[in-house]
């Protein structure tokens, strides 16, 4: 029997099915991102804002059948974790995987930035409990939140590749899809100095032999698998997170140190701050703060 289940919820019902629990005695509490959790001495239930419902304790087989009309499979805890929590294909069999992810590949301004969270059982229940999704679904102050907790439970490596270093390597790749290859092997790598995982997965942004042969030693016995919306995984979307929040501290940082603000993405509000700064610095010191191969340089210049 499952002590744990989780799956979407009508969110139109929440009414009625609080309204059951109440009648039959449960205790109610304030939980962040959740819309309640409730309690009785059998059962915790947390009704998260996203849409999901997470089921936990002993009682959870009784509970799903009374309040959800759903009977649970006869399934092992390691089934649960893969198939229920993270909704992952069933042929993925591993018991723990790293994910990887990146931030800051569209911004002309700031850094790139590459994480990488190993996800076990160790730490599956929490990332689930706190929410963790792709980063783009969430608001910065959200992120910044989430990573400081997602990093108190997880093996994770942040590999931040400031504009210098990185304007240094483009020059040397000459590719995008190259350097962002040796960000996530640099993280992978990171990873299993502290952990004999033998699965990753990433985004699909170019040929998997990219970060294959990127990789060193540890790295060459791994299995990789890129995927397209790789995110929709919870150890995918926990390194987006953490790739997020090291950008956008490390862009804050930039605007303080230069006392201009540098807005992210590269649209017009982007070049009108270029031009700024090559006025108060020089267009020497862009490649400091900018990655200057991008089509946004030449048409400050031109402008």
């Known amino acids: 029997m499952s002590n744990c289940f ?10 009625e099915l609080k309204k059951k629990l109440e009648s039959d005695g449960f205790k109610f509490f304030a939980m962040e991102h959740t819309f309640w959790r409730a309690q ?5 239930v947390s009704l998260y804002k996203s849409g999901k419902i997470l089921v936990q304790g002993k009682g959870t ?19 649960a974790i893969q198939g229920v929590l993270l909704q992952t294909p069933p042929k993925l069999t591993y018991s723990s995987w790293v994910g990887t992810d990146e931030s800051g590949k569209g911004d002309y301004f700031g850094p790139l930035v590459v994480a990488g969270v190993l996800v076990d059982k160790n730490n599956i229940a929490f990332l689930h409990e706190l929410g963790v999704k792709d980063s783009k ?6 992120i910044e939140r989430m990573a400081i907790k997602i990093k108190s439970k997880s093996i994770f490596s942040v590999v931040t590749i400031n504009p210098a270093k990185y304007n240094e390597l483009y020059a040397k790749f000459k590719n995008l899809n190259n350097l962002l290859a040796w960000g996530h092997a640099r993280a992978i790598e990171n ?22 042969n990127a990789l060193m030693t540890k790295g060459k016995s791994i299995e990789l698998e890129q995927r397209v ?27 303080l140190d230069y006392k201009i603000n540098f807005p992210k993405g590269a649209s017009d509000k982007v070049k009108s701050q270029a031009k700024l700064f090559i006025q108060k610095y020089g267009f020497e010191s862009l490649s400091k703060v900018a ?9 400050v210049l031109h402008s």
């Open 229 to 255: 919306r790789a995110e929709e995984d919870i150890a995918v979307a926990a390194a987006s997170i953490l790739a997020r929040a090291e950008f956008v501290a490390r862009i804050k940082k930039l605007s």
């Open 137 to 142: 679904k969430l608001n910065d102050d959200n």
């Open 6 to 15: 989780s799956s979407k919820y009508d969110l139109k019902k929440e009414p």
């Open 291 to 299: 990655k200057i191969h991008f089509k946004t340089t030449s048409q």
């Open 61 to 79: 087989e009784n509970f799903t059948e009374k309040y959800l009309n759903h009977i649970m499979p006869k399934e092992t805890p390691k089934e």
């Open 40 to 44: 009785n001495n059998e059962v915790n």
């Open 191 to 212: 990873i299993l100095e502290k952990s004999d995982c033998k699965k990753v997965l990433s985004d699909k942004f170019g040929n998997e032999s990219l970060i294959k």
